[in-house]
């Protein structure tokens, strides 16, 4: 039997649901939801309901406002429409009758279709509509429902499925002893590239619609003979006999539910061994299922991958509801395997150095003179609005995510480099968008500033004032400050100091003065204090698990390569143990890890090695120091540092 690759298999102790296409899904912000009968982590029922995708009220900025419906199908024949609001209970909206009989199914796209019990199916349009009124809280929403039309007439035979306008009759995949054509669908998936829809039964067999947005047939064309019914069967069989113990034709791969982890090959479902013959239901009795995500034949278009990337960071949508990860987990699958990496890196590169025009410019603030809960409210959601709700940000920051990504899988020093320029300046425009839409809100509210704010506000100025920052953000920095200070402190003789803040340092709290728009540094360090000044440590360093050399001692000086080289350590240690780690010419033999720390040697001297949250420790000792009075002192250094979030 062919061997295909599992990527995932995850033990679920308990009860399965009942077989439904919709009990395995994923949200919109990039999880993936089962529901049970003993757990409901997401509501999926299997009949007449739905929701409905996050509406667009073509507003730019997007407003924060959830614009998503369910919709109900009721026995009366009519769709109830309920509006969720983290505030308040569930708030109905609206009720429609479209039928004498129940409804069944429903489903809303750029249409809302409707199926009931005879067999008919309506389409109609939905609209919705968004007041700008910023004083209504919940925001007020009109919804209107209009062009029904009935597209299937009755004809008595219910719809229990997705019909359409085609049916057809499904053969039997013998896997098992209870193989049956018979067994209720338990997942389906439309595959966009390939044009066909993917059916999944309880008995584990697939089975595959061609042609579905032209002629539907379940006979596969010449070129569809990769993907058919029998090998997909053949393909989570063989997925089933991996990943079960001693598993024979008696036993059925029951599945419920399945997604595509990709949009393509690469699939997600829950699958429990069953054997139907087997009359006593001890085994059935067990009720452990393994949630898999595997590779069921090989559709990576690399061309198409790129592209597609292209197309998703140049339309990706805030509108849309869908979070980061949701949009780029089918690109970071992919794009872990190196040699795929490697090949289209220049391309990737390219598409991550596009231009945007700064939309913080738009940023538009009126002016608050008074400050009520409500007012509060406004200035908040107006805030939250233009931080998340512009398009051309939520792209920067997916293109930041995908730097960071190909930065730490490319595996090479100098693409690295050129990786870590675009990923900064990814970094600066962000910065600078989100630092100039913060000093807009502030300056719309400067009459209303108190001294405590004053610290926060100065932070502000020094952000725009620091090498590096747009002359015009720098110009209305300078500008928040003067007319910070002159409304907060009339009198000039009780002014802080101008344009002077500075953060302060976690460790030995003394005042650390900012380097740039994302960098302070504390003059005293980690290292010499907490290091060198222990007298167990030689030289010592502290570098970024993303990039760059945090601090270190006199003179000692690591490069970009021996930063990969510690990066690549603490993140592969056991390949670290049998190669070594070589720092600044010199190698030192590893000779013990665990889950964040190495220990080398290099003949009577050595080395210690730390991984903390964001950052790696890297502490040499020359003889006669030893390894054990060395190692506390690194330890409880990381063990502080993780504690504070570093």
Same mark, same amino acid.
């Given at each position: ?456 506000? %100065? =932070?502000?100025?020094? #952000? ?7 002359? *015009?953000? !720098?110009?209305? @920095? ?102 070594? %780690? =070589?720092?600044?010419? #010199? ?7 665990? *889950?964040? !720390?190495?220990? @080398? ?46």
């Amino acid at each position: 039997m062919v061997s295909h690759p599992v990527y995932t298999t995850l033990n679920v102790p308990t009860v399965t649901s009942y077989p439904s296409v919709k009990c395995l899904q994923w949200s919109g912000d990039g999880q993936a939801c089962f529901a049970t009968k003993t757990a409901a982590y997401l509501m999926t029922p299997d009949h007449g309901m739905t929701w409905s995708p996050q509406a667009d009220f073509g507003l730019t900025p997007t407003p924060p406002v959830d614009g998503s419906l369910l919709i109900v199908g009721n026995r009366a024949g009519s769709l109830v429409f309920l509006r969720y609001h983290p505030n308040a209970t569930v708030q109905h909206a609206l009720t429609v009758p479209v039928t004498e009989t129940w409804i069944t199914h429903v489903s809303c796209e750029a249409f809302l279709a409707s199926a009931a019990a005879d067999g008919s199916v309506q389409i109609a349009k939905l609209t919705q509509s968004y007041t700008t009124e910023t004083y209504l809280d919940p925001p007020e929403f009109l919804l209107t429902f209009e062009a029904r039309e009935t597209i299937i007439q009755p004809d008595k035979t219910s719809v229990t499925g997705w019909l359409g306008l085609r049916s057809f009759r499904l053969k039997t995949q013998k896997l098992s002893v209870g193989s049956s054509a018979l067994h209720p669908a338990s997942g389906i998936q439309y595959i966009s590239r390939r044009d066909i829809l993917v059916l999944t039964l309880f008995d584990g067999s697939f089975h595959v619609i061609y042609n579905l947005s032209g002629e539907p047939t379940v006979n596969p064309q010449a070129n569809d003979i990769v993907v058919t019914s029998e090998k997909l069967s053949q393909a989570a069989r063989s997925v089933f006999v991996q990943t079960e113990n001693n598993v024979d034709f008696g036993d059925m791969n029951r599945i419920t539910g399945l997604t595509s982890y990709d949009g393509s090959a690469t699939f997600i479902w829950m699958q429990e061994a069953s054997r139907p013959s087997d009359f006593s239901y001890k085994h059935d009795a067990k009720h452990n299922s393994t949630l898999l995500v595997s590779s069921l034949w090989n559709d990576v278009d690399d061309d198409s991958m790129v592209n597609e990337l292209r197309e998703m960071l140049d339309e990706a949508k805030t509108t849309a509801g869908l979070a980061p990860l949701y949009l780029l987990r089918p690109f970071f699958f992919h794009l872990q395997d190196r040699t795929r990496l490697v090949k289209h890196y220049p391309q990737i590169l390219e598409i991550l150095k596009a231009q945007n025009d700064d939309h913080s410019l738009l940023v538009n603030v009126p002016t608050w003179t008074s400050m009520t809960s409500e007012l509060r409210r406004i200035f908040r959601t107006s805030l939250m609005q233009h931080l998340f709700g512009w398009d051309t940000l939520f792209s920067l920051r997916m293109r930041l995510s995908i730097a960071d990504f190909v930065w730490k899988y490319i595996g090479d020093a100098q693409k690295q480099a050129e990786c870590g320029y675009v990923a900064q300046d990814l970094l600066n425009r962000i910065s600078h968008r989100v630092l100039r839409t913060i000093i807009r809100h502030l300056t719309a509210i400067v009459t209303l500033l108190t001294p405590n704010d004053i610290p926060f506000v %100065l =932070r502000m100025v020094v #952000q725009s004032l620091l090498p590096g920052s747009p002359e *015009d953000i !720098s110009a209305e @920095g300078n500008r928040l400050q003067n007319m910070s200070q002159g409304v907060v402190y009339p009198n000039p003789e009780y002014t802080p100091v101008a344009n002077t803040f500075n953060e302060h340092c976690p460790a030995c709290k003394v005042e650390v003065p900012l380097q740039d728009i994302t960098t302070a540094v504390c003059a005293n360090g980690y290292v010499d204090e907490q290091l060198i000044g222990s007298g167990k440590v030689t030289r010592a360093a502290i570098v970024g698990l993303q990039r760059g050399v945090w601090a270190s001692s006199s003179g000692y000086t690591l490069s970009a390569d021996d930063e990969t080289a510690l990066i690549s350590a603490v993140n592969s240690p056991n390949s670290a143990l049998s190669n070594g %780690l =070589r720092l600044r010419g #010199q190698k030192f033999f590893i000779v013990q890890t665990n *889950d964040r !720390s190495l220990y @080398g040697k290099k003949q009577a001297d050595g080395i210690v090695v730390v991984k903390t949250t964001q950052a790696i420790l890297i502490a040499e000792y020359d003889q006669p120091l030893q390894a054990a009075e060395t190692t506390p002192v690194v330890e409880k250094l990381a063990d502080y540092l993780i504690s504070v979030g570093y």
